[in-house]
């Protein structure tokens, strides 16, 4: 008996105590045993005859085992919540996608709560209201594209509110406006249960998050918890992944905008070194060849340049052939059109796969510009444009070389040079007797070659007058031609030409100016001429010719009746009195920075300073003249101003008339 004891457990109903009781409900605990299993102990109770004490201690302990056995279910519910919950949020941190993102969020609330389906509605503060973004488990396609309006639905009232709600029977609750496109799009989809909590980003309302079921059905309140800590950690997810695609996007554009800088660089560069070269060329007397060849190796295509006046066209490719021929084949419709519309507009214009610009003098149209086999941007349309430009003033150039026909006196021209104003009618009457007419317009040409012989120098130009019909002379120590006609250059290239002959090699500077309206302007249109020839020796084109319009700037503002000083103080003027006053030299400063082509450190190789004190004067010469002085057009403006300067320091008068002599 006392070894049955010992092996065989007691029986809960043997023990008026209770013990033995107590002890089997900890068995079950312990084996997770069904809650029915916790009623046997009280019914093998009673059916022994056990006393009510006995049985009232086998019930008090039967209902505190299914309380602890309550409270371990829902423990363990919870930490697998828990760890659920900490796998999501391990899951999301790793996500990058806003897309992809929302995706999980959806799907880890149907797994947790074991709905038939999950959904997530986002804000939209345009609109207003919120709009159905993911879903899972859905099978309604108008469901899917469902749009809340604001306070409509228990989304709605979610989204309003910022607080969960449930309901068991969505159709059957009254707490929120029903919508029909809402109440519709949920019938299709068959749900009955809903539970929706509010996602908050940064303390705002950004959306909800559902979950449903198709059956009714009461959500607890940890299923509530459960769904709104999910929540939490979607809004942090949601949040991080826009801050990525925030981030992304403007790296996007970042990119963009680098390579939009960099193609601008390249344009700027090509532009710069297109204008170095032009303005070279046309320093060192260059032709239509050399521009053809400088645009197609700055440009990178085909240049074709036809000169309209002798029907040649000069062709340069990139890699620096260049071909002439006379009488070329006419040009397409296309680009004959739009020769037309860049003869109209100044400006470069496109034909199909070519560009075109018009080199013209005014309305005169001159030659034509075709590039080919390139795409133009802004920049590289005002480089073609500039190109134009120069080939104009080129073939004005050359287009004085046609010869004069009239016969010249010097002793005329002298007194007409003289004193002008002593008997014009006294004049006219010899000027007819030599078969001349004072009256009609005349070119006046001012030509020096030091180190020709000065006696062979005379005798050219007396044969030129005599061979033109004009007049010749000599003035302070230059020739002085006046030769019938209206167009300086033709006049002017055919003396050069002569003059260039008899000079022996010694280069021959020619100036012109004209044409006259009467014997009373010959002495200002030769103190015009004069100036013309200072000024292209002070610039260095010794052995060059050109009229004040062929100086460009220059030379408009050599012509009679302009303010050159002034024109210089209003550009200068803050730059050279802060120079005066306190003995710095930022004019110089800025002539070698603008001959640098705006390299600081050209510039201060130039003026042999430290780069740093170029900067800072460049900063000094903002604070003076203005913050815009390296805009294009300022930019021009202060270097014509700086160029006639220097010619004013030079001695070139620029305003008022030669001396006779």
């Not at 969960?164 to 799009?185: K, L, S």
């Not at 519309?341 to 400006?347: F, P, Y």
């Amino acid at each position: 008996m006392e070894r049955e004891l010992n092996t065989t457990p007691a029986r809960p109903g043997d023990d008026p105590t209770g013990v033995a009781g107590q002890a089997f409900f900890l068995d079950l605990l312990l084996r997770d045993a069904p809650a029915v299993e916790y009623e046997r102990p009280v019914l093998r109770a009673r059916a022994q005859g056990a006393d009510p004490e006995v049985v009232a201690a086998l019930e008090a302990a039967k209902l505190t085992a299914l309380r602890v056995r309550s409270v371990m279910r829902d423990r363990r519910r919870r930490e697998s919540e828990l760890s659920a919950l900490f796998e999501t949020a391990n899951d999301l941190a790793g996500m990058r996608s806003l897309d992809q993102v929302l995706r999980a969020i959806v799907e880890r609330a149907r797994n947790l709560l074991g709905t038939d389906v999950a959904y997530l509605t986002l804000s939209d503060p345009e609109a207003g209201g919120t709009v159905m973004r993911v879903t899972s488990g859905s099978v309604s396609a108008s469901f899917q594209q469902l749009r809340l309006g604001a306070g409509k639905g228990l989304g709605g009232l979610v989204a309003k509110t910022a607080l969960p709600y449930v309901t068991a029977n969505y159709f059957a609750d009254p707490r929120f406006a029903h919508a029909e496109n809402i109440d519709h799009a949920v019938r299709e989809e068959g749900l009955v249960a809903i539970l929706g909590v509010p996602l908050k980003m940064n303390g705002r309302d950004v959306g909800v998050l559902f979950a449903a079921n198709r059956r009714e059905r009461p959500f607890a309140h940890s299923e509530v918890a459960l769904l709104s800590s999910l929540a939490t950690h979607a809004a942090i997810a949601i949040d991080s992944a826009n801050l990525i695609d925030d981030t992304r996007r403007a790296l996007d554009e970042l990119h963009t905008v680098n390579e939009r800088l960099q193609r601008h660089t390249a344009s700027v560069e090509r532009s710069a070194a297109a204008h170095d070269r032009l303005t070279d060329l046309v320093l060192r007397g260059g032709g239509v060849r050399e521009v053809a060849a400088a645009i197609a190796e700055v440009l990178g295509g085909s240049v074709t340049v036809r000169d309209v006046t002798t029907d040649v066209t000069v062709t340069a490719t990139p890699q620096g052939s260049v071909t002439e021929r006379s009488h070329p084949p006419e040009p397409d419709g296309a680009v004959e059109e739009a020769v037309r519309a860049a003869l109209a507009s100044g400006r470069a214009v496109r034909a199909g796969n070519a560009w075109v610009a018009s080199a013209a003098a005014g309305s005169e149209p001159l030659g034509t510009l075709v590039l080919r086999g390139v795409e133009l941007d802004e920049t590289d349309q005002r480089v073609l444009e500039r190109a134009a430009m120069v080939t104009a003033l080129l073939l004005l150039i050359r287009r004085s070389v046609s010869e004069t026909e009239h016969r010249v006196r010097g002793d005329l021209l002298n007194e007409l040079l003289e004193t002008p104003a002593r008997d014009p009618e006294s004049l006219r009457e010899r000027a007819a007797l030599l078969h001349a007419d004072l009256d009609a317009p005349h070119v006046l040409v001012v030509a020096e070659a030091p180190g020709a012989d000065p006696g062979r120098l005379r005798s050219a130009a007396t044969h030129v007058a005599e061979t033109t019909g004009g007049l010749a002379g000599n003035r302070a120590g230059r020739l002085v031609l006046a030769l019938p006609g209206t167009d300086p250059r033709t006049a002017g290239r055919r003396a050069a030409e002569e003059l260039a002959l008899a000079a022996g090699g010694a280069p021959v500077t020619v100036g012109l100016a004209g044409p006259t309206g009467g014997p009373e302007q010959f002495r200002s249109a030769f103190s015009e001429a004069a100036r013309c020839v200072q000024t292209l020796r002070a610039l260095g084109r010794v052995g060059d010719l050109a009229t004040a319009e062929d100086l460009g700037f220059s030379g408009l503002l050599l012509g009679r009746d302009r303010d050159v000083p002034g024109f210089v103080r209003s550009a200068l003027g803050p730059l050279l009195e802060y120079d005066e006053r306190r003995g710095t030299v930022l004019v110089e400063t800025l002539r070698a920075y603008f001959a640098a082509g705006g390299n600081l450190s050209r510039a201060r190789t130039a003026l042999h300073i430290h780069v740093n004190t170029v900067a800072q004067r460049l900063e000094r010469i903002g604070q003076l003249i203005g913050e815009d002085w390296q805009h294009p057009d300022r930019a021009l403006e202060l270097q014509l101003a700086l160029h006639l300067h220097g010619l004013l320091d030079k001695g070139v008068d620029l305003l008022g008339e030669q001396p006779g002599g």
